[in-house]
C-alpha cells in the first residue's frame, strides 16, 4: 500500500493546491498586464502539477514491480486523487464571482488532470496486480507522500498570494514574480526530493 499511498497524498495535496492558487486569480485592473498575471499562475502552477506527476511515476512503477499490493491501495490512490480535486474544483467554484474566468478555467483542468491521473494509477494497479515478494514498509512513503503534498499544497498558497498581490494597481510585477520564485523553488526542491526518496525506497527494497 506504501507507493500508491504516497502518490494519493502527493495528489491530494496537489489538486487542493491548484485549487487555491486559481482561486486567488483576479481580473488585471489594466487590460495588457493579464497576460503577465497568467504568467505567474502558470509557473506555479507547472511546479505544482510538477510534484504530482512525479508522484504518479513512482505509483506506476510500484504497479509495475509488484509493490502495489492490490486493491486496496487501487482505492486508496484513486479516492485520494478524485478528492484533491473535487475539493480542489469546490475551492475554485467557492470565489467564482472574483476569479478571472480563463485562470479559474486553467486551474479546473489542472486539476481534473490530477484527479484523472490518479483514477488511472488505481484502475492499472487493480488490472496488473501482480504482488512482489518482498513489500517495502508502508510508512516511509508515507511521510514521503506528506512531505510532497504539504510541499505543493504550500506553492499552491505562495502563488496564491502572488496573484493577489499582482492585481494592486501599484503592483511591480517583475520583483513580486522574482518574489514568488524565491518562495517557491525551495519548496519545489523538498517535494522532488521527498519523491525521490520515495522512489530510491520502493527500488532498493
Given at each position: 500500500m506504501g507507493p500508491l499511498a504516497m502518490t494519493g497524498l502527493a495528489l491530494l495535496g496537489a489538486a487542493?493546491?491548484?485549487?487555491?492558487?486559481?482561486?486567488c486569480s483576479r481580473p488585471a485592473p489594466v487590460r495588457t498586464d493579464a497576460p503577465r498575471i497568467r504568467a505567474l499562475?502558470?509557473?506555479?502552477?507547472?511546479?505544482i502539477q510538477s510534484i504530482g506527476v512525479l508522484a504518479v511515476v513512482v505509483g506506476l512503477l510500484a504497479v509495475e514491480l509488484g509493490e502495489a499490493a492490490g486493491q486496496s491501495s487501487a482505492l486508496l490512490v484513486?479516492?485520494?486523487?478524485?478528492?484533491?480535486?473535487l475539493l480542489g474544483i469546490g475551492i475554485i467554484a467557492r470565489h467564482a464571482g472574483r476569479v478571472d474566468p480563463q485562470a479559474a478555467l486553467l486551474g479546473a483542468m489542472f486539476t481534473i488532470g490530477l484527479g484523472t491521473l490518479g483514477a488511472v494509477t488505481g484502475i492499472l494497479a487493480i488490472?496488473?496486480?501482480?504482488?512482489?515478494t518482498a513489500a517495502p514498509p508502508d510508512w516511509p512513503f508515507v511521510v514521503v507522500g506528506i512531505v510532497s503534498g504539504a510541499c505543493a499544497l504550500a506553492i499552491g498558497w505562495v502563488g496564491g498570494r502572488a496573484l493577489i498581490a499582482a492585481t494592486a494597481t501599484d503592483a511591480d510585477l517583475?520583483?513580486?514574480?522574482t518574489a514568488m520564485l524565491r518562495r517557491i523553488v525551495p519548496l519545489v526542491l523538498v517535494g522532488i526530493v521527498a519523491i525521490g526518496v520515495g522512489l530510491l525506497i520502493l527500488v532498493v527494497g
Open positions: 487542493i493546491g491548484l485549487g487555491l492558487l486559481a482561486s499562475l502558470t509557473i506555479a502552477a507547472a511546479f484513486a479516492g485520494l486523487a478524485v478528492a484533491g480535486a488490472v496488473l496486480d501482480e504482488r512482489g517583475a520583483a513580486i514574480r
